[in-house]
Each structure stands twice: as C-alpha cells, then as structure tokens.
C-alpha cells in the first residue's frame, strides 16, 4: 500500500480523495494554483505545494511541475480525480516512468477509448452493441446516401470533429440527405477546421445510461450498476439518479454484463465508466467510455455501499478487488443534482465571495463540497461548487429529501442554479420519470418564460 | 486635492482591504502602502509569472495572487518568511523543484552574498524530473540574500535570492 498520495486536483474531487485516503491511513499532498492557496484541499492535506500562477495550463495541467511536486514530497502515488489531467495517458506514462503509481488504468487503455474512433472499433470487435454508422469519414454524398439508407432513417450527420452537440444535423428522409451532407461539410469546414462527416442512426428521445465498472489488475472485472444522466443541459450533466426507472432488473443484468465485457476486451483496470444510449424499446448502443471516476460516481456509493475511491486506491496498490459480482447489491434510490455557481435561469458564471453558506444534512443527505463562508469562488475554474445527494428507501424519498434540502441550502453572495433545481423537482415529468436526454430543452424555455414574467 | 479628499480615499482602502495605490489628479500624485514591510511589491519581482484576468484592475489581480486572508492555523507553514521590500528586489522560483546553489556537489555555489550579477547570468539550479534547470538572473545587481538551503524542496512563487539593483 502507498505511504503517501499526491492529489493532482482541486475543489471538492481533491476532498473527496482525501478522505479516502485519510481513512486507510495513507498521507495526502494538494497542489494548488496561486487561486486555491486558502483552499479547503490546501488546508487539509498533510502537505501542499504550489504549483504555479492560476491559469490551469501552468497549474493543475502542469505535468512537470505536479511530477516535480510528487518528487519533492516523496509521494509514491498520484490520483488525478476527475476532468484536469484525468484521461491524460500522456501523465499516466510518465508516472510510469517516475515510478510512481498513477490511481487510475493504463495509458494503452485511456488512450484507446480517449479516441471516440478507435473506441468504437475496439467495441464492435469486442461484440458490444454500438450506434450503427458509417465505418468512418464519408467523402462524398453517395456513400453517405448508401450508409444512411443501410442504417435505416432518421440518421443524425455528425462532424468527425465536433463535439459537445455542435455539427450535428438530424436527416429524417432520404431526399433530404445529399443536401444536408454538403451543408454539414461546410458547416463542420467552417466551425471546425475540417470538413470530416460522418453519419450515425439517429436514436429518438434516448436516456443517457451509463455503466459504473472496476476492475483489479489480476482480471477481475465487476459493474455496480447503471446511472440515470439524461437530465443534461448542452452535454452538462445536471441531475444525476441511480437506479434509473427505465432500466428493469433483467435489463441491468444484460446492461451490465455487456460494460464488464468492453472493459475486458481493452484490459481495464481500476475504475472506470460505459456510456450507452438506450432507446424506448430498450435497446442500448455504445456511446463512449470513461476513463476516470466521474463526477457522479456518489450516486452509486450511496445504492451499492460501495467506497469507489477506496477501492480505486487498493486496486492501484496491487490488490484485487474487495468484492466479486454476486457481492454487489442495490438499496432505495439516489439523486445528485450539481449545484454550481451561475445564473439558474440563462447560466452565465457567478463568481465571487461566498457571504454565507448552509449546508443541508439529516437523514439520507451527504454533500460533497470545498465551498464555506468567506471561499471564493474564482473565475478560473469549473463553476460546479457542490454536489447535494440524497438517498431515500424509495425514489419519492429521495427525491422529498432533495427539496427539503434544497430549500434550507444557504448559498449567498454568488448566484447558484438551486432555484433551476427545486422547479425541476417539482415537474410532475421528472417525478414520474418521464424523461430523456431531449428534457431540459423542452423544460427551460417555459420555466424561463414563467421566472422572467 | 484636500485634507477631506485625502481622508475618503483612505478609508476605501481600508474597507477593501487594498495594500497598494496610486493615482495623480490636479499635478499631485498619491501613493499609498498599507501594511509596509507585509508583503514585497509583486510587480517588481522579475521572474514570477502572474496572470491578469483580462479586464480586471491590476487590484484585483494581486488579490487574487496573495491569499488576503491570514493563513489558518491548520494550514501548512510557509517554508520561508516574507522578505521586506526595501533591501531590493525579490526573485522568486519559477517552478517547483529541488534547489542547488552549485553546479555539481564538487563546485562551488553559483552565486553568493555580496556578488555582482549580470542579466542572464545563472543564479542557480532548480532540479525538477531529473533536469537541472538553470535560472538566470533577469537583473543585474547585487545580491543581497539568498533563501533556500542547499537541497532544500521548493514551491512555485518561494522566494530564492534578493538582488539590490543599482
């Protein structure tokens, strides 16, 4: 086991790490930007080093001067939380090659599912259902008119490029296609740089399911079930459950089977993340997989009992994995909505100083959050500031839980999107769990219209 | 500008807690230190980098360089104390790393106490992933003093040398 982690984060992931760490005894070093000097993951870690001035790319992306940090301190391991230099395969070899341990898979398996292409292919090979589309790029609009009449209509353009939604044209007839093709060349040339398209099946109304999988270094592979991510604004995520109401029991054994057999096929280890698409008819397709404990990964903590950090931490030191796939079990029901600091209605960023700040507690509540009175909360970073779970026997538990703890949630002197929430919780749809990826679209320009009136 | 003026333009200094400022109106230019001696002027040290948000007053941007508030007593302590400013001016470490006054363990140190240095001129080692970093002096002056030890762990901003300038 390690004597001492380095946490190459910072907010409330580095926290989250540290007390995991904290609780199987191990040291903890921050790193922190000229911005964080007072923050929380600064003030409780055994050790803090500055790492540089606030901007990420001379900070938290500053891969010599986190190695360089880690070689100072003497620590053997490094956990790279979420997003920053997470998926980094490039910072996972030079661990390697520093000898020290980076908590996290290989850089052969970040950097092959890092590549939405090759990802694919690897998943095909492997037999695990993916979105049908064109192998590849399409050159010219004959071979798109073949591709998208082999998939069977409404197929979706999408440039090789893009991403985050942008250079995506939906095509539902085949008259309409060739013309559609040459505008979203031009579209993706011009937006882009490159005028890469190619063309996938539109899959209509669609939940955002993904998979949480573990996997040790001697092959053992497990998955603790799936997360219900389709409440998303432009790709964000905002609201977060586990179980999701559209995934039956037999459905989940099959779900799951499919994301510890993906995780296999690339020899994965440690934790890690399979995003599907599942239809109204139940069927799912490979979105893309994700190399990293995510954001949301408490959701699963808080129905499995699970400690996904802890275990991060022992299967990185060489051990197997605590427990087998018969051991993972499923209690009630949990919600995560992501309380950031920004305009609840039209999102623009609300930095500043933090006046006054309650956090919501009692039965079933567990926030996760660096934010206090008196914290600044800076323009350089991520604007999600905590992340109030509740967990109840029931969904309606839960999710009666989560409007009183939003309601008594005290965040003043920086605007935060709890008021975007408690009207999403009270939307007769979202408690009857009629929703997917398309809800928040339909969902803000009335709320939008009521707020402004 | 009168006493009055004077007296208003203090206390919003106070009450935001501003270290530094200057300004000049009517002929007359003001300039105000608060907390003399706290912390060294950060504009004058040569080799730190520090990022100004676009559009933000320089104000702000030293705010969001220095932590205003005191450390905590939890916090980790700082690995050397602030420096006064008037001895000169404060070069502080570019990068995180391990510090080395000499070239090698055999040589002897690259500067010392008293020295003359010139631009360019290498001050000392920062070893950081098995590179020796030289870092060169963007002065030429007098030093005046140094801070690490020999071998001692350094973090980005830590102060190393104090260079008078002419």
């Known amino acids: 086991m390690f004597k001492k982690v380095l946490i190459a984060n910072r907010g409330e992931i580095a926290l989250r790490v540290m007390w995991a760490c904290k609780e199987l005894g191990l040291k903890t070093v921050a790193v922190y930007s000229e911005a964080d000097a007072n923050g929380l993951h600064v003030r409780f870690a055994d050790e803090a080093v500055c790492i540089g001035p606030p901007r990420n790319i001379e900070s938290y992306?500053?891969?010599?001067?986190?190695?360089?940090?880690?070689?100072?301190?003497?620590?053997?391991?490094?956990?790279?939380?979420?997003?920053?230099?997470?998926?980094?395969?490039?910072?996972?070899?030079?661990?390697?090659?520093?000898?020290?341990?980076?908590?996290?898979?290989?850089?052969?398996?970040?950097?092959?599912?890092?590549?939405?292409?090759?990802?694919?292919?690897?998943?095909?090979?492997?037999?695990?259902?993916?979105?049908?589309?064109?192998p590849g790029v399409l050159d010219d609009e004959e071979k798109a008119v073949k591709v998208a009449r082999d998939i069977g209509f409404p197929v979706i353009l999408k440039a090789s490029a893009g991403g985050g939604g942008r250079g995506m044209r939906i095509v539902r007839e085949a008259q309409d296609l060739a013309q559609n093709f040459r505008a979203a060349q031009a579209e993706a040339q011009a937006a882009f740089g490159v005028p890469d398209v190619y063309v996938e099946k539109y899959v209509a109304g669609p939940r955002h399911i993904e998979i949480q999988v573990m996997a040790d270094s001697k092959g053992n592979v497990v998955h603790l079930g799936e997360r219900e991510c389709s409440i998303q604004r432009r790709h964000q995520k905002i609201i977060e459950e586990a179980p999701s109401l559209a995934v039956p029991e037999k459905l989940r054994r099959r779900m799951g089977r499919t994301a510890v057999e993906a995780a296999a096929a690339v020899q994965y280890v440690n934790a890690g993340t399979i995003e599907f698409l599942l239809d109204k008819d139940g069927n799912y397709y490979f979105m893309e997989m994700n190399t990293r404990i995510q954001v949301e990964h408490g959701v699963t903590e808080l129905v499995t009992g699970r400690d996904l950090v802890k275990e991060q931490i022992h299967v990185a030191a060489g051990e197997a994995l605590s427990f087998s796939q018969k051991d993972v079990?499923?209690?009630?029901?949990?919600?995560?909505?992501?309380?950031?600091?920004?305009?609840?209605?039209?999102?623009?960023?609300?930095?500043?100083?933090?006046?006054?700040?309650?956090?919501?507690?009692?039965?079933?509540?567990?926030?996760?959050?660096?934010?206090?009175?008196?914290?600044?909360?800076?323009?350089?970073?991520?604007?999600?500031?905590?992340?109030?779970?509740?967990?109840?026997?029931?969904?309606?538990?839960?999710?009666?839980?989560?409007?009183?703890?939003?309601?008594?949630?005290?965040?003043?002197?920086?605007?935060?999107?709890?008021?975007?929430?408690?009207?999403?919780?009270?939307?007769?749809?979202?408690v009857a769990g009629r929703f997917d990826t398309g809800y928040m679209e339909r969902f803000l320009p009335q709320k939008k219209a009521t707020a402004a009136s | 500008m009168n006493l009055l003026d004077l007296k208003e333009i203090l206390q919003i200094l106070e009450e935001r807690d501003i270290t530094e400022f200057e300004m000049e109106q009517g002929g007359v230019k003001l300039r105000v230190c608060r907390g003399a001696g706290r912390a060294p002027a950060l504009a004058q040290a040569p080799v730190v980098v520090t990022q100004i948000p676009a559009g933000a007053p320089v104000g702000a941007a030293v705010a969001n360089a220095l932590p205003a508030q005191p450390a905590s007593a939890d916090a980790p302590a700082p690995p050397s104390t602030e420096p006064a400013a008037a001895e000169g001016t404060l070069v502080r470490s570019p990068i995180v790393g391990t510090f080395y006054r000499s070239p090698d363990p055999n040589s002897p140190s690259f500067?010392?106490?008293?020295?003359?240095?010139?631009?360019?001129?290498?001050?000392?080692?920062?070893?950081?992933?098995?590179?020796?970093?030289?870092?060169?002096?963007?002065?030429?002056?007098?030093?005046?003093?140094?801070?690490?030890e020999n071998g001692q762990p350094v973090q980005y901003g830590d102060p190393l040398f104090t260079i008078r300038t002419a």
């Open chain 1, 61 to 134: 992306l500053n891969i010599p001067a986190i190695i360089s940090a880690a070689e100072i301190t003497g620590a053997d391991a490094i956990h790279p939380g979420y997003g920053f230099l997470s998926e980094s395969a490039y910072l996972a070899e030079i661990c390697e090659a520093c000898n020290i341990k980076f908590i996290g898979p290989g850089p052969q398996a970040i950097r092959l599912m890092g590549d939405k292409s090759r990802a694919k292919k690897a998943m095909i090979k492997a037999g695990v259902p993916v979105v049908p589309g064109s």
């Open chain 1, 329 to 430: 079990t499923f209690s009630g029901h949990a919600l995560e909505c992501r309380i950031n600091a920004e305009d609840p209605w039209n999102f623009t960023p609300s930095p500043g100083t933090i006046r006054h700040f309650f956090q919501p507690g009692g039965p079933g509540v567990r926030v996760d959050t660096f934010a206090h009175e008196g914290c600044e909360i800076s323009p350089y970073y991520d604007s999600m500031i905590a992340k109030l779970m509740t967990h109840g026997r029931t969904r309606a538990e839960a999710i009666a839980r989560m409007k009183r703890s939003l309601d008594v949630m005290v965040v003043e002197g920086i605007k935060t999107n709890i008021p975007l929430h408690r009207k999403i919780l009270d939307d007769p749809d979202f």
């Open chain 2, 111 to 148: 500067v010392s106490v008293g020295d003359t240095v010139k631009v360019g001129q290498v001050l000392c080692i920062i070893e950081a992933m098995k590179l020796m970093n030289e870092i060169e002096s963007e002065l030429a002056g007098e030093v005046v003093k140094v801070y690490p």
